[in-house]
Nanobody, 119 residues
Framework: QVQLVESGGGLVQPGGSLRLSCAASESISSIYIMGWYRQAPGKQRELVADISSGGRTNYADSVKGRFTISRDNAKNTVYVQMNSLKPEDTAVYYC?????????????WGQGTQVTVSS
């Protein structure tokens, strides 16, 4: 079973930046998509961004142009650089790893890291 550990969350002012990291406990092959999801209180979990081993990316419209996802295959790690943060970005952010052709819910999840954007 793959274990995923997120880090980098915290409290930041509007307009600020954070970088989240997610490290996998073992090698992640090219057949897996790595991504970030978030869940705010009272709302459903939603895609933030995901990325293939080859670097193909997918972003939610709400974060496009502000967030950048990246992946280091050698380190089995996925990152998301979050710039120009807004209060609406406040949520628990979860790392996800899934096989190509499988939905995120059937994959592996990290424990979540809190991101709070507030003045």
């Amino acid at each position: 079973q793959v274990q995923l550990v997120e880090s980098g969350g915290g409290l930041v002012q509007p307009g600020g930046s954070l970088r989240l990291s997610c490290a996998a406990s073992e090698s992640i092959s090219s057949i897996y998509i790595m991504g970030w999801y978030r869940q705010a209180p009272g709302k459903q979990r939603e895609l933030v961004a995901d990325i293939s081993s080859g670097g193909r990316t997918n972003y939610a419209d709400s974060v496009k142009g502000r967030f950048t996802i990246s992946r280091d295959n050698a380190k089995n790690t996925v990152y998301v650089q979050m710039n120009s943060l807004k209060p609406e970005d406040t949520a628990v952010y979860y790392c996800n790893v899934r096989r190509i052709g499988f939905n995120a819910q059937s994959g592996y999840w990290g424990q979540g890291t809190q991101v709070t954007v507030s003045s």
